[in-house]
Every structure is written in C-alpha cells, then in structure tokens.
C-alpha cells in the first residue's frame, strides 16, 4: 500500500478585519436598500498549477458571521483545517508548488485583475520546498434571511512557510458597485453608476472615487504537525522494537518543520477536535469527540488573570498555560482516541497532573508519552494503572522519568509487566525526588523550612547579604544630588563651603533650608510621583533582571507570565519620555489658548499618566518587587510585619497570573548566577551570593505561602 507522504498539517486562520463601503454615494444607496447584509463563507484548495501532484484531504468550510452594509471593524476569525498530501501517482519532489510567473519579494500584497475577480497574491519569499494553495472567500449578499446572489474571491498563497510564526499575509476581497447593482444587492442609481465605471477605466489602478465593497482579510498559515510527528516516529520506533506489524499506510513527512505553532494561537478545545480530524484519516476509522475532553480543556483556572481579561487590549482568556491536571480516569478512551487528547495537551506548558487509569492502553501509548512529555518542565504526577502495559512499555515509562526530572509521583500498578519494573520505576521517580528536594535554588525544600523572618538569620548572612544589596541597589545617576550627602538620619545635608560658614564652623540656618530644597527641586523636577523606590530603577539591578527574562524567554512561553520576570528600568524610561513628550505638547496647547485669549484649562496628559500607571502596575506584580521588598525588610528599612504582608499580596497576584514554584526556582537560579558573574566567583564572593540567596529564599516562600 502507498504511504501518505505528507505535505503540510496545520490550518488557515483568516481573520475578516474590516469591511469598508467606499463612495457617498453607495453609503447612501446601501442605506436605502432596506438593510443589505453579507457574510463571508471560506474555503481551500490546491493551487491550480499544482493540481496534478498535491491534493487537500479535509475540504472544510467554514461560515462566518452575518455584517450589515457599512463600514466596520469586524475582527472574526475563521480558523480552516488544511492537510495536503502528495498524490501518489506522482514521483514526489521537493520543490513544492513553486511559481516562477508571479513571485513577490517584499511580502506585500499584489492584485492581479480577472475578469470580475480579484486575485491577491501573497507571494513567497524565495525559498525553495515552499507549499502553496488557493483561499477561496464565498461573500453572499442577503436581504432579511434570503440570499441574493453570492461570488467567490480568491487569494493566491504561494507560501505558507511565508506567512507561518510572526508573519501573516494582507489580502483586499473588492466587488464594485456596477456589480452589486446589476445582481441586484443594490438598487440602480445613475451617479453611483457614472462613478463606478470612471473606475473602471482606470484599469485597475487605485482611485480615490472609486466605489465599492472592500473586505479586509489577514492570512496566517499554523503547522499543527510536531506533536503528530512526534507520535508517529514513536509509533514506528515501538513497532521495530517490539516486533509488531507496521501501519498501513504509513505516514511519511516530506518537509520539515520549521515554525512551531505559536503560543496561545488557537482554543483548545479547536486543537482537539483537529486532530481528531487528522487521527480519523490516519487511524482510517472515526474518532470520537469526547465532551468531557471539550470541557476539561475549557475549563479556567479560577481567579487566574485569563479568566475573562484584558490587559494592554490584548484578550488573556483561554491561555494554554491554566491547564494544571488532564484526568481521563472517568472515561474509557482506548489508545486511537487518546491519542489526539495526547497531541493536544502536548501544547499545555502548565500541565502538572496526567492521570490515565483503566483506559485500555498498551505500550504503544508509553511510547507516545515518552517522545511528547520527556521534557516537560511541569508535569510531576504520571499515573497509568491498571492498564495493558508489559514490559516494553515499562521501560519506556523508565526512560521518561531518567529524562523529565520533574517526574516525581508514576502510579503504574496494575500493569503486566513484573514486580522488578515496578521497582524500577518507583526507586527512578525517588530518585527524581531527591534530586529536587536536594536542590540549592530549590527554596520550597525542608532545607529552607528555618527561614520564617530576618531574625532567623545570624548577622554575619544578613551583612554580606546587605552588602551584595548595596551594590545592586546603587540609585541611577539621574537621581544623586549634586553637593549633598545622607545624613545619619537618610536627610540630605549640603557640603559645607567657606562662603556659607559661620565663625564657628556650622551652616546658617537659612542657607541649609534654602539649599535642600533648590537642591531637592533640582534633582527630583522630572521625576514623577510614583510608588516606585529608586532602588527599583537602579541599573545594575534591573541588568540583573534584564537577563533573567532573557533566559526565562525560553522556559516560559506565556507573554503574561514572563512579564514578571521583567526589569522596570527600561519600561520606566519609555514612560517618562512618553510623560516629556505630553508635557511638552500639552504646554505649547496652553500657551496657544492664552495668547488667543482662551480659557481651555489644563491640557490633557492622560496617556503620558496611563503609561506611568501601567509601569507602577507591572512594578507590583514583578519579581523585583519581591526582591526589592526583601531586601529592604532585610535592612530594617520597613517593618517586617508590613513586609510580609506586601511579600503575600505579590505572591497572590503572581500566582494568579500563572506563575507556578518551578518558575521561581528557575528564576533564582538565574538571578543568582548573574551575581556570579557580577560579584565574581572567590570563596568571598560565593559566601555574598549564598547570603543573598537565603535572603530571596524568606521573601519568595512567604509570597508563596499565602
């Protein structure tokens, strides 16, 4: 039997961004025509030129919304399933789809006139092994809830590579007014018509009197294949060596993969069904969707940030990340239908608990868990009783745990294989377990447990903590008084100067009183009144944290989450020049209204002082506050009473946000090896990094204790 030899598995996302009624005079007609609506149905199909080599498996469509007749931000997106397969009767090459006519180098939309279509081509970026196919957009055109008349756009996607991971392709669908009148969607009208064809004779060309319809799509491309590679190879590597027979037709990737599907592009709940999709042509037998699996993936973490938020206008709910435990233990999948659910929990960075009880599955599944879950960095819990596993299956689960050290709890009794496995997998798991609890940057572990206060630490900890603290916290220059030094009482007191001096050597009064606040007025007049202490802008510092989110980057895929981890510097610099700016336009507005004799008030500065929110927002949800917090209830700068309160409160916004005790161990370690690298690696050196290490571990588990 021929193998699938397949080309690309993903899907289409097109997102109807605006619709635009260009022309007065056709604004006014669609008003008139008693309320014309449309709605966009869309669909996919090989590229003409290819049809003789590659051929599209699922042919989905999918409708969207209905729109009234006028100008609007639509914002709908419309997600179609796409798998191409190479035909078998042709000798597979690696070309692709290549299209030496029309090729567009800068990415930019090129439209090319046909008849009554426009074709939009969203052209590739040179590459060679590029896969393409035709977006075909069905508009029907509807008065009340009878169709008028519909007809089909198409987009030319000559690469989806070129519009894969950060980049996506714009495409513009037209339909002129002569058109829709003589279809009858619109009524006729002489200057609407005279307009049109003025058009018309501009052979295609822009024109700012030309009256129409505009449909405004972007195009992105999402290859959905790693978790289905994944399994395949897995699958193949299990029959090999358990001498079971192979697959027929087997599933062959002819391009590899190049973008990994973006974090958060699609609900879950859509994956899964996917893939059920693509598991019903490569099991060629239906695969059920299981409700209870719909609404497990639907399910929200409760008071996480994702539930129902937005944050900088950006939506934060449904984030892959709410996902703690997958329990399939009250349903009998059997191994097809699980797979699927296995591809999509692939995508869950925060999945801690995978429980698979009494589900019929054999070895095959342990294959598949090893290659999706050897290095997850969350999953902790693996329970898989009472199965059909034996001894293959056994030592992959060995396998998985030696990989994944975060595996720590596998319940795997129940299964064929024998007691000696068995113990295998429990001492492996136990030893994953000592592993963590013997951890340094591990502060959750017994080993911290005396950490309760600053008073559990000997002075000799907290001074060489305090003096790691001193060079971190070293204030921006922008903020140093120039001539004043502290005082015991952290006041400022001015240098003494001859011409100030009294006979016996101390300051006149009015000098002192005079001098701190010019001095004072000086340093802090473009400073802002914020609730950030100037330690927390100190550059070092913020360097230090500059490069925990640098290295966090790769640990942590949700935006959100990785915001914690942030320095405040740099946002802060972007806020206060933002702040300037406003100041310096809102001022030029007063000084405009007083010299034409207007009383306008205050101008406005609303967007410099959001900004300036947004920072202090960030600020109180940060890793750096928690640090900063610390530290200073270290140094008795505040009580530590007040401090602990403050450490809990962060605590429980960051939790709810996501962070999880896996990322605060990952970042100490960092932020601790960066003060290696700044301190310097004597034995000094390493004591001042340990103290201040011990002193992170108390602010850290008391903002986790809440």
């Known amino acids: 039997m021929t193998d699938n030899k397949v080309l690309y598995v993903g899907c289409i996302v097109v997102t109807l961004k605006e619709v635009r009624v260009c022309g007065k005079q056709l604004e006014c007609e669609a008003t008139r025509s008693g309320g014309a609506q449309f709605c966009v ?57 290549k299209h030496n006519d029309k ?16 074709v939009t081509d969203l052209g590739a970026n040179g590459e060679d092994m590029d896969v393409g196919l035709d977006l075909f957009l069905d508009i029907s055109f509807l008065h009340g809830e009878s169709m008028v008349w519909s007809l089909r756009r198409r987009v030319e996607v000559e690469s989806l590579d070129a519009i894969a991971s950060q980049n996506c392709g714009v495409a513009v669908a037209r339909v002129s007014t002569d058109v829709l009148q003589s279809n009858g969607v619109l009524p006729t009208s002489e200057a609407v018509r005279g307009g049109s064809a003025a058009c018309d004779a501009s052979d295609g060309r822009e024109d700012d009197e030309w009256s129409g319809l505009e449909l405004h799509v972007i195009v992105r491309s999402m290859d959905m294949s790693e978790p289905i590679r994944l399994m395949v190879a897995a699958e193949r590597e299990a029959s090999a060596f358990l001498d079971l027979p192979q697959r027929e037709p087997q599933t062959v990737f002819l391009l590899p993969l190049r973008h990994a599907m973006p974090y958060n592009a699609l609900p879950l709940e859509v994956l899964y069904q996917f893939y059920c999709c693509f598991y019903e042509y490569f099991f060629n037998k239906p695969v059920k969707v299981f409700g ?14 994702g539930d129902n938020k937005t944050r900088g206008g950006a939506v934060t709910e449904g984030r892959w990340s709410e996902l703690r435990s997958a329990d399939l233990r009250p349903l009998l999948l059997g191994e097809d239908a699980l797979a699927p659910v296995l591809a999509t929990l692939f995508h869950c960075p925060g999945l801690r608990e995978l429980l698979l009880d009494q589900n019929s599955l ?10 999706l879950f050897y290095r997850h960095r969350h999953l902790e819990t693996l329970s898989i009783a009472r199965n059909n596993i034996h001894e293959g299956g056994g030592e992959q689960l060995v396998r998985l745990i030696r990989r994944n050290k975060r595996l720590i709890d596998v319940k795997a009794s129940g299964n064929h294989f024998t007691h000696s496995m068995s113990s295998r997998i429990q001492r492996v798991a136990s030893l994953n377990e000592e592993y963590i609890r013997g951890d340094p940057y591990n502060v959750f572990s017994s080993a911290y447990s005396y950490v309760v206060s600053p008073t559990s630490f000997p002075a000799s900890i907290i001074k060489q903590a305090l003096a790691v603290w001193a060079m971190l916290s070293a204030a921006p220059v922008s903020t140093v008084i120039v ?14 100067s001859p011409n100030n001096m009294k006979s016996n050597g101390s300051l006149h009064g009015s000098a002192l009183d005079n001098g701190v606040v010019e001095a004072t007025d000086k340093a802090l007049e473009s400073s802002q009144a914020t609730s950030i202490p100037h330690c927390a802008l100190s550059p070092l510092l913020n360097e230090v944290m500059r490069t925990v989110a640098l290295r966090m980057s790769s640990i942590l895929h949700d935006p959100w989450a990785l915001l914690v981890f942030s320095d405040i510097e740099s946002h802060w610099e972007r806020c206060t020049i933002t702040l300037r700016e406003q100041k310096e336009k809102c001022s030029k507005q007063d000084a405009q209204a007083a010299a034409d004799g207007r009383e306008d008030g205050p101008a406005s500065i609303r967007h410099g002082e959001a900004a300036l929110c947004e920072v202090e927002d960030l600020y109180a949800i940060s890793f750096l506050h928690l640090v900063v917090v610390t530290m200073r209830a270290v140094g008795r700068a505040m009580d ?30 960092i932020f601790v090896q960066s003060l290696a690298v700044v301190c310097g690696k004597d034995e000094a050196d390493v004591e001042h990094s340990a103290a201040f290490l011990q002193c992170l571990a108390l602010g850290v588990r008391t903002a986790v204790a809440a």
Request: proline share 3%; aromatic share 4%; with cysteine.
């Open 292 to 305: 209870h699996v719909v609404n497990m993936l639907r399910t929200r973490q409760p008071g996480g940030m």
């Open 103 to 118: 090729v567009n180098t800068n990415g930019s939309a090129d439209r090319v006139r046909n008849g009554n279509s426009d």
């Open 41 to 97: 149905r869309t669909a996919v199909a090989v590229a003409e030129t290819a049809t003789h080599s590659i051929h599209e498996r699922f042919c989905e469509r999918v409708n969207s919304s209905i729109y009234s007749f006028k100008n609007s931000t639509m914002m709908e997106q419309m997600v179609v399933p796409v798998m191409l397969l190479r035909s078998p009767s042709t000798i597979a090459t690696m070309n692709g789809s």
């Open 640 to 669: 530590w009473e007040d401090a602990s309160s403050v450490l809990r409160d962060i605590g429980r916004k960051q939790m709810a946000i996501g962070i999880l005790e896996e990322n605060y161990r990952d970042a100490i370690q």
């Open 483 to 496: 001539d004043c030094v502290p005082n015991s009482t952290f006041g400022i007191d001015l240098m003494g």
């Open 362 to 371: 054999s070895d095959i599944t342990c294959y598949r868990i090893r290659s």
